[in-house]
């Protein structure tokens, strides 16, 4: 079993920045993808950065170019940099592990974005 837990969040005004972290533990080995992925209230939720195991980054275009997905190998810890926050970035946040073919989610965090 892995266990992940965002930590991090909380409220920002506009045009801030952020950094939420995602700490794993648990059965974790070999090679694996990272992941974060936010839902906003009433909508699905939408992968928006992937830190992948050979060390390439993804990123959806909402959030290209002002969030930042890194990783600390060491610690087993995915970080999620976010800054020029927009109201639209309120959601809730979620790290995710894949491994095996398996997936593992932490419980999310919020993230709210207002003046």
């Known amino acids: 079993q892995v266990q992940l837990v965002e930590s991090g969040g909380g409220l920002k005004q506009p045009g801030g920045s952020l950094r939420l972290s995602c700490a794993a533990s648990g059965s974790i080995f070999g090679t694996y993808t990272m992941n974060w992925y936010r839902q906003a209230t009433g909508k699905e939720r939408e992968l928006i950065a992937t830190r992948h195991s050979g060390g390439t980054t993804t990123y959806a275009d909402?959030?290209?170019?002002?969030?930042?997905?890194?990783?600390?190998?060491?610690?087993?810890?995915?970080?999620?940099?976010?800054?020029?926050?927009?109201?639209?970035?309120?959601?809730?946040y979620y790290c995710s592990l894949q491994q095996g073919g398996v997936d593992y989610w932490g419980k999310g965090i919020l993230v709210t974005v207002s003046s």
């Open 62 to 92: 909402s959030v290209k170019g002002r969030f930042t997905i890194s990783r600390v190998n060491a610690q087993n810890t995915v970080y999620l940099q976010m800054n020029a926050l927009k109201p639209e970035d309120t959601a809730v």
